[in-house]
């Protein structure tokens, strides 16, 4: 079945470490997003990629990357986690034209925490 | 720019009875709209959605909804709860950007009882 993957479901990692999540799709979808879900709290985009073009949200802190180096793969690099930014990171995908616009479909989310 | 409220954070309902979660949205242009339900430690799965065409839709598990833009409204309903049914449901809003942005609502958790 075509789908979005994120990997791992669950990360821990240490107050200033460096970590990276990834998510993979097999929908073959030229847009993918990466949001941030705090508890009890709806989604926030955090960036998006349409294709190669990388699109930050003005309000997403620099403290957060992304990489997509093809269609199927885009990780999101938090170069040094505060304890602020323990959350659900939600990844999502999308096929985008000019002429039609579709629902996104999302992963199973990785949830971080921060030691 | 466009917004979504959700009118209850939380609603409780009984097994067999109707649910309605109330949506309303703010929007310059014709919209695009929303259901996503999230379980507990999950990711978000579409419900349904209105883009154009008949202003009542249906989705998966039982569910419609119905768009009315005198209302500026796109209530969720269901017959006839099931225990299943318990999650979190986000109602969202695009208004076509050339990136398909969605416009969450905050959220409404429903409770199921026996």
């Known amino acids: 079945d075509a789908m979005v993957i994120q990997n791992p479901r669950y990360q821990v990692t240490q107050f200033g470490k460096p970590v990276t999540l990834s998510c993979s799709q097999t929908?073959?979808?030229?847009?993918m997003y990466w949001y941030q879900q705090k508890s009890s709290q709806a989604p926030k985009l955090l960036f998006h990629?349409?294709?190669?073009?990388?699109?930050n949200e003005a309000d997403t802190p620099d403290n957060f990357q992304s990489r997509r180096p093809n269609t199927s793969f885009c990780f999101l690099d938090i170069r040094s986690p505060g304890l602020g930014d323990a959350a659900m990171y939600l990844c999502a995908t999308s096929r985008v034209t000019l002429s039609s616009y579709n629902e996104q479909f999302f992963g199973p989310g990785t949830r971080l925490t921060v030691l | 720019a466009q917004s979504v409220t959700q009118l209850g954070s939380h609603v409780s309902v009984s097994e067999g009875a109707l649910v309605l979660l109330r949506c309303n949205y703010s929007s310059s242009v014709p919209p695009y709209l929303f259901w996503y339900v999230q379980y507990p430690n999950q990711g978000l799965q579409l419900l349904l959605k209105?883009?154009?065409?008949?202003?009542l839709v249906k989705g998966i598990n039982g569910f419609e909804a119905e768009f009315k833009k005198s209302e500026t409204s796109f209530h969720l309903t269901k017959p006839s709860a099931h225990m299943s049914d318990a999650a979190e449901y986000f109602c969202?809003?695009?208004?076509?950007?050339?990136?398909?942005?969605?416009?969450f609502g905050q959220g409404t958790i429903l409770t199921v009882h026996p």
């Open positions: 990629y349409y294709d190669k073009d990388f699109n």
């Open positions: 969202a809003v695009s208004v076509g950007t050339s990136y398909g942005k969605l416009t």
């Open positions: 209105y883009t154009t065409g008949a202003t």
């Open positions: 929908l073959n979808h030229n847009v």
